[in-house]
C-alpha cells in the first residue's frame, strides 16, 4: 500500500480524496493556486505547495510542476480527482514514467476512451449498442448523406474533450456543414483537436450511467447506475440512484453490456459507462469515464462501497475481494449540486466571501465541500461549490429528504442555487421519475 500519496486537484474533491487517505492511513500532499492558498485542503493535507498563478494552465493543468512536487515529496502516486488532469493520457505517461503510480487506468486506455469517436468504434466491434451516425466527419457531403439516412435531427460531437463543448445540434441539411466547421473550431481551441463525428440526435432520452469497478486481476463489478438527466447545457445538476424508470430486465443488460466495454479495453480502477435510454427497452453507448464521477457519493450510499478508497487499494495491486454476487443495492440516493451563481441573472457566476455558513444535517445527509464560513470563492475556478446528497429507504422519502436539506442550507454572501433543486424536484416530471434530459430546456424555474 501506497504511504503517500499527492492530489492533483482543488475543492471538494481535493478535500474528499484527502479524508479518505487520513482514514487508511496514508500521508497526502496538497497542491495550490496562488489564489488557493486559503483552501480547507491546503489545512487538511499534510503537506502543501504552490503550483503557479490562479489561472488553470499555470497551475493546476501545469503537468510538470504537479510532477516535481510529486517526485520531490516522495509520493508514491497521484490522484487527479476528476476534471483537470484527471483523464489527460499524456499526464498519465508522465506519472509512469517518473515511476510514479496514476490512480486511475493506463494511459492508453485513457487515449483510446478519451476520443469519442474511437471509443464508439471499439463498442461497436464488442458488441455494444451505439447510436446510429457517422465515425470521424472527413467529407461534409458523406455526412450529409449519412444524416439524411438516420434523419434528422442529428448531433455533431467532439471527438474529444467534453463538458458541453464541440457540440451542435443539427435540425435540417442546410445548416450541417456550418455546425460542423463551428463545432471543430471550438473543439480544436478548447482541447487542440478538432475532430468531429456524428450521431442521430435522440429526444426525450435518459442519460443513465453506470459504475464500474475493475481490478488488475481481470475482476470487474458494477455498482448500479445513476440517472444524470437533470442538465442544464450539458452540464449536470441533479443525479440519482437507481433510475426511476429502468426495468430490472433492461438494467441486467445494461450492466452486462458496460461490464463487456470494461473487458473490451482493459479496462482498471473506478470509471464510469455512459448510456442513452429511450425509457422503453433500448439503450445505447455514449462515453466512457475514465475518472471518478463527481455524482460518485449516490452510488457510495446505495452500494455501501468507498469508491475512492478502492481506487487507492486498485492502484496498489490489491484485488476487489468481492464479486458481482456481493454487491448490494439498497435504497434510493440523490445528489444536487450546489453552485456558486444567480439563476435569476442568467446563472452568472457568483464569488466573494461566505459571511454565513449552515450546513445541514442528519440520518444520511451529506454534504461534500471545500467551502467554511469566511472563505472568499475565487472568480477563476468552477461554480461548483460543494454536493448535498441524501439516502432513503425508497424514491419519495428521499426526495422529501434532500427537499428538506436544501431549505436548511444557508450560504450568505454569495448567490448559489438550491433555490433551483427545490423548484427541480417539486416539478411533476422529477417526481414520477419521467424527466428526461431535455428538462431543463423545457422549463422555466
Known amino acids: 500500500m501506497f504511504t503517500k500519496i499527492l492530489v492533483a486537484n482543488r475543492g471538494e474533491v481535493a478535500v474528499r480524496i484527502i479524508r479518505a487517505c487520513k482514514e487508511m492511513g496514508i500521508s497526502t500532499v496538497a497542491v495550490f493556486s496562488e489564489a488557493d492558498r ?21 497551475s493546476y493543468l501545469n503537468m510538470t510542476a504537479m510532477i516535481d512536487v510529486a517526485v520531490s515529496t516522495g509520493a508514491q502516486a497521484v490522484h487527479p480527482g476528476y476534471g483537470l488532469l484527471s483523464e489527460n493520457a499524456r499526464f498519465a505517461e508522465l506519472c509512469s514514467q517518473c515511476g510514479i503510480k496514476f490512480i486511475g487506468p493506463d494511459y492508453k486506455v485513457i487515449d483510446s476512451m478519451g476520443n469519442k469517436d474511437e471509443a ?22 458523406e455526412a450529409k448523406r449519412v444524416a439524411a439516412k438516420i434523419g434528422y435531427p442529428v448531433i455533431v460531437k467532439a471527438s474529444a474533450g467534453g463538458g458541453g463543448r464541440g457540440i451542435r445540434i443539427v435540425e435540417n441539411e442546410s445548416d450541417l456543414p456550418k455546425a460542423i466547421k463551428l463545432a471543430s473550431g471550438e473543439a480544436a481551441g478548447a482541447f487542440g483537436n478538432g475532430e468531429v463525428y456524428l450521431e442521430k440526435y435522440l429526444t426525450n432520452v435518459k442519460h443513465v450511467e453506470v459504475q464500474l469497478l475493475c481490478d488488475e486481476h481481470g475482476n ?43 473487458a473490451a479495453v482493459g479496462y482498471t480502477n473506478a470509471g464510469t459507462i455512459e448510456f442513452l435510454f429511450d425509457g422503453k427497452k433500448d439503450f445505447y453507448f455514449m462515453e466512457m ?144 421519475g419521467t424527466y428526461c434530459t431535455d428538462f431543463m430546456a423545457k422549463h422555466t424555474f
Not at 451505439?130 to 472527413?138: E, L, N, R
Not at 450539458?234 to 463487456?260: D, H, W, Y
Not at 445527509?365 to 472568499?376: C, E, K, M, P
Open 220 to 262: 470487474i463489478v458494477t455498482l448500479g447506475e445513476r440517472d444524470c438527466s437533470v442538465q442544464r447545457k450539458n452540464q449536470k445538476l441533479i443525479e440519482e440512484s437507481p433510475c426511476p424508470t429502468l426495468s430490472g430486465e433492461v438494467r441486467e443488460k445494461m450492466f452486462a453490456a458496460a461490464r463487456t466495454a470494461a
Open 38 to 58: 486559503e483552501g480547507l485542503w491546503v489545512s487538511l493535507a499534510d503537506e502543501a505547495y504552490c503550483v503557479g498563478p490562479a489561472f488553470l494552465k499555470d
Open 289 to 432: 469515464n475514465t475518472r471518478l464521477q463527481v455524482e460518485h457519493p449516490v452510488t457510495e450510499y446505495v452500494s455501501g462501497i468507498d469508491l475512492v478508497k478502492w481506487q487507492i487499494r486498485i492502484a496498489a495491486g490489491l484485488e476487489l475481494g468481492f464479486t458481482q454476487k456481493d454487491v448490494l443495492l439498497s435504497g434510493c440516493a440523490i445528489e444536487c449540486r450546489i453552485n456558486s451563481e444567480d439563476v435569476k441573472n442568467n446563472f452568472r457566476p457568483s464569488c466573494g466571501k461566505i459571511t454565513l455558513l449552515h450546513i445541514p444535517g442528519g440520518p444520511w445527509v451529506r454534504f461534500d465541500t471545500a467551502i467554511y464560513q469566511d472563505y472568499t470563492i475565487p472568480p477563476y475556478y468552477d461554480s461548483m461549490i460543494g454536493k448535498l446528497i441524501v439516502h432513503a429507504r425508497d424514491r419519495k422519502e428521499a426526495i422529501r429528504k434532500l427537499n428538506a436539506a436544501l431549505c436548511e442550507l444557508v450560504v450568505e454572501g454569495i448567490n448559489y442555487n438550491a433555490e433551483l433543486g427545490c423548484d427541480i424536484l417539486e416539478s411533476p416530471e422529477f417526481q414520477d
Open 120 to 141: 464508439r468504434r471499439t463498442m461497436k466491434k464488442a458488441g455494444v449498442p451505439v447510436v446510429p451516425g457517422m465515425d470521424a466527419i472527413t467529407d461534409v457531403e
